[in-house]
């Protein structure tokens, strides 16, 4: 039985035969494509070509690429771990195509594969074919369906839907009939009860596609419509898992080599059992519709919000996750430890191999994903595996040994993803402790209130708040006997959707090609050619050659493709160059520059007047120059970071702009003040030399490699690299840089912080920037001095002030205590007795941390049938302070923070807490006399 190594070697073999490129996998994070965040197909690293941005040589290549699939169109997080065969991250085994061979060649090398190397059983596979679509006019793939007839026979071809068998990239862009192939791993006995057949597309878990071989021949335009693509391509896509799971002969991809060192390791870990067998599909309820729980209830983030909380305008990313979890009544308990074990051997590899490719979880975007998935995953180690305490960071060293081979950035990486993944274990089992005491809260009011229902909007609250899902909110109010109105959980959901929705929303209208006077679409949709000139040039003479209105959030702007350009768009981390497009008859003015397909675009805010004619285009020297500045001393800052804090540190992430720069990096412990003055003077020191720029265009990327140059984990890099060096600096790197350090003028830090486990970040300044800073700090000094009287000694004077205020601090917290204390003897002094229980109130003129010391030291003092109500108005603010002793809130219900929420609003406030304890705060002081006998009333002693 082949081993999952050797059969992804084969595949790879096999195609090296038949004159493919084998190509290293893409990183599954995607950088520098506004349409996406991660990589969910093969075909993701070669859009460029597809669009006809890039040259197409070699035009055969395959590869394993790593991706992930969580949202949108390729959403399969919701079958995740109920079924044998869906996952996040998963390895897709491709084949492409660039203009070479089409439709016979695809299947022919595809069945060659199966049938010849990997030995399946003919008649095992099935294959469909596009039907045809009558109303777009595109006929049934006959072509396809002929050449599949020379390897199987007529009742192994099926029509396919355009739902099945009809691939499109997003609403707009190439597209074109696919041919999936299927294969039947079901029993002989079970073959003759139904035919295969009848079972393409059923979603049964033993009849599956294994290969999807898309032929990419159309071009999807705005308007719905298809033109022909200029350059034929096939894209083909087969789930390395899937396969994997068919020739070991078995029920689940689970119980393969790819998943079962992982399941035996978190078997080891818990204690549980884990049973083989996956849960059949009929034992399940897979959809909204059975009544199981959505990702929306599961949202699991810190803030809340939607998953995109930016413009993203692929449907892969703007879309919500829908993940399904478990029903506990619906599940015996060792399927919900299966279930529960098989997520976390999924989502374990998505998370790591997001976090070595350099993706953090996060708040936005593609760390909102990440960090959700995460989370999915703690939830069910903590609900049906019984961690309570941080767990899935154990499983890091054997996905490193299992897969640090084939992928050397797990091994690289491995402190890292460790540190990161404890660190959000830790945070969020935090957040699932605050949302049980605030649910206990809730539940608490009810029961005084006779209710047995939860308010769908505080559960939503929860959720989006503090990040508590709802099926744990559920379980635990089923089980003090409430129930939870999902109705109007699912209502908020909705709002909160269709703002994330409304706030994202874009309208990309077609490329236009200028000199098409009647204003349509070019046939051909390869973009032709742009030149970048703007690592020698700041001005070039240009021709607008497309263009495309673009809305969004009712705004509308233009984006220009120019045959010429000195503008850098927005790659990297470095902002896009701003300027002007300049002709004999108007000016232009460029907002931004991004980068799209390969190719710089630039924003506008209206067209020109004529299109066609000839511009110059000329970019925002002063801001290129201090962004250029900026840049070079990120490539400063990495060197000296190597050179002081050691070889560990690696590059995690950068900003730059004109007015400042943002470094991220890899290290364990807080950067000390004496390293950062450190890295300051070397870097300074460089500047001072003058190093010059050397810059090394299309080099080959082994000959780079040799020169030392630095590569960066995550990025994307082709057969071909610039590389920037200042004497000992030599780095990967595509941005704009100073002709010589000395134009960097000055580099100061302005902090240094955490911002994830294991990952730090310096924010700061040069040139310019660092002397309006110093002068500002001189103006500082200057009124510091006019403060202490022109002080000779400024530290000293000031010193000196610090400890007499230390010292009249002191004394005066001194003589508060003796206040409080005597407060408290007078309050204990005068109780009212009420059927048996010491009743003690007062309405005093102190601050709002002095009431509550004083209602504490009465109960200390009183710990039995005693209710201390005290009033305070400090700052014109009231303040309302409850504290009930232990017998009265378990032996007669008393609740103090039933009590503070009725009584607050005497004050015009609110306020909340224990039933031991409560307070409020309000707009109304001349309330809080009656505010304390509303509690005694409310009381009802």
């Known amino acids: 039985m082949m081993t999952a190594n050797e059969i992804r ?68 997080l919701e079958e995740v771990g109920h079924d044998t065969y869906h996952h996040t991250m998963f390895e897709m085994l491709g084949n492409w195509s660039f203009g070479d061979y089409f439709k016979e060649g695809a299947i022919d090398m595809a069945w060659e594969y199966l049938v010849d190397v990997l030995h399946l059983n003919p008649n095992d596979l099935y294959v469909t074919v596009f039907e045809g679509s009558p109303e777009e006019n595109i006929p049934r793939d006959d072509e396809a369906a002929q050449f599949w007839a020379k390897h199987v026979p007529a009742d192994h071809i099926i029509n396919g839907s355009k739902h099945d068998n009809f691939w499109e990239m997003g609403d707009t862009g190439p597209c074109g009939p696919c041919s999936e192939i299927h294969l039947d791993s079901r029993t002989d006995k079970e073959k003759e009860k139904i035919s295969g057949r009848e079972l393409v597309n059923k979603d049964n878990p033993q009849v599956i596609e294994i290969w999807n071989l898309v032929f990419m021949q159309f071009n999807r335009k705005s308007d719905g419509s298809l033109e022909k693509l200029a350059m034929n391509v096939i894209d083909t896509g087969m789930g390395f898992e899937r396969l994997v799971r068919a020739l070991q002969g078995k029920r689940s991809n689970y119980d393969t080599d790819v998943f079962q060192p992982m399941i035996k390791e978190i ?68 399927q919900e430890t299966n279930v529960a074990m098989r997520v976390i051997a999924d989502h374990i590899r998505a998370v790591s191999f997001s976090i070595a490719d350099g993706q953090l979880p996060g708040n936005a975007k593609a760390g909102y994903v990440i ?62 402790d605050k949302g049980i005491s605030m649910l206990n809260n809730a539940m608490d009011e009810m029961r005084a209130a006779g209710k047995k229902e939860l308010d769908g909007a505080q559960a939503f609250k929860l959720f989006d708040t503090y990040g508590f899902p709802l099926d744990l909110t559920e379980l635990i109010c089923r089980e003090n006997g409430f129930s939870v109105d999902e109705k109007r959980f699912d209502e908020e959901m909705q709002k909160q959707k269709e703002r994330a929705r409304n706030a994202a929303a874009v309208e990309n209208g077609d490329w236009i090609t200028v000199g098409n006077t009647d204003g349509k679409v070019a046939e051909e949709t390869t973009f032709g050619e742009q030149h970048f000139v703007g690592y020698d040039y700041t001005e070039h003479e240009c021709h607008i050659i497309r263009y495309r209105k673009v809305t969004q959030k009712k705004n509308t702007f233009y984006e220009l493709v120019l045959d010429y350009t000195p503008f850098y768009g927005e790659m990297g981390g470095q902002v896009g160059d701003q300027g002007v497009l300049v002709s004999e008859e108007e000016t232009v003015e460029i907002i931004d520059t991004k980068r799209e397909n390969n190719q710089s675009v630039h924003i506008v805010k209206e067209l020109p007047k004529n299109m066609e004619a000839s511009f110059m285009a000329c970019v925002d020297t002063d801001k290129r120059e201090a962004c250029a500045a900026n840049h070079s001393a990120t490539h400063l800052l990495d060197y000296a970071l190597k050179q002081v804090l050691g070889s560990h540190v690696e590059q995690k992430g950068s900003f730059v702009s004109p007015d400042t720069l943002r470094f991220d990096f890899s290290h364990f412990q807080k950067t000390t003040d004496e390293e950062l003055r450190m890295v300051e003077r070397m870097i300074n020191d460089m500047i001072r030399q003058n190093i010059s720029l050397e810059e090394f265009r299309e080099t080959p990327i082994e000959e780079a490699r040799k020169m030392g140059a ?64 110093m002068y500002n700090l001189e103006d500082a000094i200057r009124a510091l001095k006019a403060m202490f009287n022109n002080a000779k000694d400024l530290e000293g004077t000031v010193q000196k002030y610090i400890s007499e205020h230390d010292e009249l601090k002191k004394q005066v917290e001194k003589f508060t205590a003796e206040a409080i204390e005597r407060l408290k003897e007078k309050l204990l002094a005068n109780p009212r007795i009420i059927n048996g229980v010491k009743v003690y109130t007062s309405v005093l003129p102190i601050k709002p941390e002095q009431a509550k010391d004083l209602v504490f030291k009465v109960r200390a003092a009183e710990p039995e049938q005693s209710l201390c109500v005290v009033g305070s108005v400090f700052d014109n603010r009231p303040m309302l302070n409850v504290i009930i002793s232990e017998d009265l809130v378990k032996e007669q219900g008393m609740n103090a923070g039933q009590l503070v929420r009725e009584a607050a609003k005497l004050i015009q406030g609110g306020g909340g807490g224990q039933p031991h304890f409560a307070s409020a705060g309000g707009k109304n002081p001349d309330g809080i006399s009656a505010a304390v006998d509303k509690v005694i009333e409310l009381a009802n002693l």
């Open 710 to 773: 630095v590569a960066l984990f995550g990025e994307k890099y082709g057969d071909k690299v610039r590389v920037v060096k200042f004497g000992p600096s030599v780095e990967f790197c595509g941005g704009i840089h100073a002709r010589a350090t000395g134009s960097i003028g000055m580099f100061k830090i302005m902090s240094e912080a955490s911002v994830a486990a294991g990952i730090r970040r310096i924010e700061a300044k040069t040139g310019r920037e660092c002397e309006e800073l």
């Open 371 to 432: 960090r959700r998935i995460l989370r999915r995953a703690v939830r069910y180690a903590y609900t049906f595996l019984g961690q309570k305490e941080a767990f899935l960071f154990k499983l890091v060293p054997m996905l490193v040994h299992e897969m640090g081979d084939a992928y050397p950035e797990l091994k690289a990486q491995r402190e890292l993803i460790t540190r990161v993944i404890k660190e959000e274990e830790d945070s969020f089992l935090r957040t699932l």
């Open 267 to 334: 078997e080891r870990l818990t204690g549980l059992q884990y049973e083989g067998e996956a849960l059949s599909v009929e034992g399940l309820a897979l959809s909204d519709k059975e009544g199981t729980l959505s990702v929306e209830r599961l949202a699991l983030s810190d803030k809340g919000g939607a998953l995109s909380k930016e413009s993203n305008v692929n449907e892969t990313n703007n879309a919500q996750p829908s993940t399904l979890n478990p029903q506990p009544s619906t599940l015996s308990s060792q």
């Open 9 to 76: 070697d084969s595949f790879k073999k096999f195609f090296e035969s038949k004159g493919h490129a084998i190509v290293s996998s893409a990183p599954m994070v995607v950088k520098d494509d506004p349409t996406l965040m991660f990589t969910n197909a093969g075909m993701n690293q070669w859009k460029d070509i597809i669009l006809g941005t890039c040259e197409p040589e070699p035009r055969r290549r395959a590869n394993s690429q790593k991706c992930l699939r969580v949202s949108g169109k390729h959403n399969d």
